[in-house]
């Protein structure tokens, strides 16, 4: 069963960029069977999906945030990446990284609280 | 984007009763590409459906999807006390994949 992992700091000043690292275990990233997705929820809110990157690097972003991400993979090391450039505190949220398959997001990791705050 | 409109925002039941939960979405979700998911404080979230009427692996057969087109349901036949929780329904048909606002069930 895979397995995922967020890790990161948990503040960052606001116009930094947020970098969240996800590692991914019991399975190769590189399988091909799944797209590794990112994901957040600010404080008591719903859901939003950021994007996700396909092992061979094709990514889709949600428009949403589109000029401010970019989700990079690292197949050696078995982990995928999340950087979010220009920080508010509209950023602070939640963020889970998720493997999105056949069965869509099915396994996802438990989540890593970001705070942007100076 | 597609919008999912989930009702009701609050659902007050007691254990061992029926919840049916709604999901509309402002157009079409092509394949009937629709997942919910069940949310407890501090967890992630746990898939339960996909497809719209997909069990995932160790879901009990309590939980149960239904629909098509624009109009989804989730049904538990019989609440147990573990199931009071936070329920999401998303769609990941068409780009970018979007989620409902949420119906929190809670205990009568």
Redesign the interface.
């Known amino acids: 069963q895979v397995q995922l992992q967020e890790s990161g700091p948990g503040l960052v000043k606001p116009s930094q960029t947020l970098s969240l690292t996800c590692t991914v275990s019991g399975g190769s990233i590189s399988s091909g069977v799944y797209y590794w997705s990112w994901i957040r929820q600010h404080p008591g809110k ?4 950021i994007g996700y990157i396909y092992y061979s690097g094709s990514t ?1 972003y ?3 945030l589109k000029s401010r991400v970019t989700i990079s993979v690292d197949t050696s090391k078995n982990q995928f990446s999340l950087n979010l450039s220009s920080v508010t505190a509209a950023d602070t949220a939640v963020y ?1 990284c ?1 493997s ?1 398959g ?5 396994y ?4 890593t609280l970001v705070t942007v705050s100076s | 984007e597609i919008v999912l409109t989930q009702s009701p925002g609050t659902l007050s039941l007691s254990p061992g009763e029926r919840a049916t939960l709604s999901c509309r979405a402002s157009q079409s979700v092509s394949s009937n590409y629709l997942g919910w998911y069940q949310q407890k404080p501090g967890q992630a979230p746990r898939l339960l459906i996909y497809g719209a009427s997909s069990r995932a692996t160790g879901i009990p057969d309590r939980f149960s999807g239904s629909g098509s087109g624009t109009d989804f349901t989730l049904t538990i036949s019989r609440l147990e006390p573990e199931d009071f929780a936070v329920y999401y329904c998303q769609q990941y048909g068409s780009s970018p994949i979007t989620f409902g606002q949420g119906t929190r069930l809670e205990i009568k």
């Open positions: 719903g859901l939003e999906w889709y949600n428009p949403s889970y998720a999105y056949d069965s869509t997001l099915d996802w990791g438990q989540g």
